[in-house]
């Protein structure tokens, strides 16, 4: 079944006046306060993350980020073209386990990602703040609540009922492979030592694709991304295809933070393209130290995962 969409009309690069942290708070539908900032275009980011430091800040000195800059480096010599061709086929069988939606939301209570420079809480917390501050700003648009919540449920590949794959290949940035990494890859550097780094056909500017083939046919790292797009799409979801260019690309910061790799973008990716701009703001910058109400908000996001799913996926 496919859903259309009307695409936004908004370009996010437009600046807004904006005014420091007051000591006033803003208070979401699931119970959880943000600093505010005095704008008058809805969401607004915050200037630090939950270490006092500003976010995606790959070169501050804490112990935090010397974690964050050794899985990079293992991710960026592990994630070769093969790696990436064995995973997909290895669990696009969906031969795990069958659970709900929402029982997968819990299990992410025992996953912290070690590639993230701005927070060490359990990922569910992660997801609902990213969907109510969403759903704050686009009410109407439910389809968006619910890929916010479900956005990295992929990361139950670091348990051990999927496999208990490392960290390098589960989160972190994501990237094509079968051409040339991109500078703006964080990092970039470790990629010397990667295996392809030797491959003549992988490191020209489009490699082994054709400019404009479109990203669903470009070969990405493999993570959470790939597999909980893997899993929606297998299960027969109704989300738009938006929600599930969002669910697959949310990492591929390389694009839609440096616009590297759009030569590989064909129509379709541009118009999702501005909704996964619009998600990564809250994606990204929601992140927050104050615990969600989750049984408040449960009732909710159930009625949306019963619209979009069957009651049983295939894992």
């Known amino acids: 079944m496919t859903i259309l969409i009307e695409q936004p009309e908004l370009d996010i690069q437009v600046e807004s006046k904006k ?35 500003t976010f995606r800040d790959y070169d501050a000195e804490s112990e935090r980020q010397k974690t964050v800059e050794e899985f990079y480096r293992v991710n960026h010599i592990n994630q070769t073209y093969d790696f990436v061709k064995e995973m997909r086929e290895k669990y696009a069988k969906l031969d795990r386990i069958e659970m709900s939606i929402w029982e997968c939301c819990e299990l992410l209570n025992e996953v912290v990602d070690d590639s993230d420079p701005d927070l060490d809480e ?10 109510e501050a969403i759903r704050k700003d ?32 589960v989160v972190g940035d994501t990237f094509p492979l079968g051409c040339a990494f991109d500078q703006s890859i964080v990092h970039h550097k470790y990629f010397k030592d990667n295996p ?9 500017k489009n490699g082994i694709y054709e400019q404009g083939c479109g990203l669903e046919n470009v070969v990405m790292s493999w993570g959470h991304d790939d ?24 990492s591929f910061y390389p694009l839609h933070k440096a616009g590297a790799y759009t030569h590989l973008m064909n129509e379709e990716d541009r118009e999702n393209l501005k909704w996964l701009q619009i998600f990564n703001k809250y994606d990204l910058y929601s992140k927050s130290k104050v615990r ?19 009651a049983k996926l295939k894992w």
Request: proline fraction near 9%; avoid cysteine; hydrophobic fraction near 40%.
């Open 19 to 53: 005014i420091p942290f007051d000591t006033n708070e803003l208070v979401l539908d699931g119970g959880f306060p943000m600093p505010k900032m005095e704008t008058n275009e809805g969401f607004e980011a915050p200037e630090i993350n939950a270490f006092g430091h």
């Open 122 to 131: 359990p990922q569910i917390e992660h997801l609902l703040q990213t969907a």
């Open 138 to 169: 686009y009410p109407n648009e439910d389809w968006l609540h619910l890929t916010a919540l479900i956005h990295d449920l992929g990361k139950v590949l670091l348990l051990p009922s999927f496999g208990e794959l490392p960290q390098w290949a």
């Open 196 to 204: 392809d780094i030797h491959n003549p056909a992988y490191n020209t």
């Open 227 to 250: 597999y909980m797009y893997l899993v929606a799409k297998e299960n027969g979801t109704t989300l738009p295809s938006a929600a599930l260019f969002v669910i697959r690309y949310h």
């Open 292 to 310: 969600i109400d989750v049984e408040k908000v449960k009732p909710y996001y159930l009625s949306l995962i019963d619209k979009y799913f069957p």
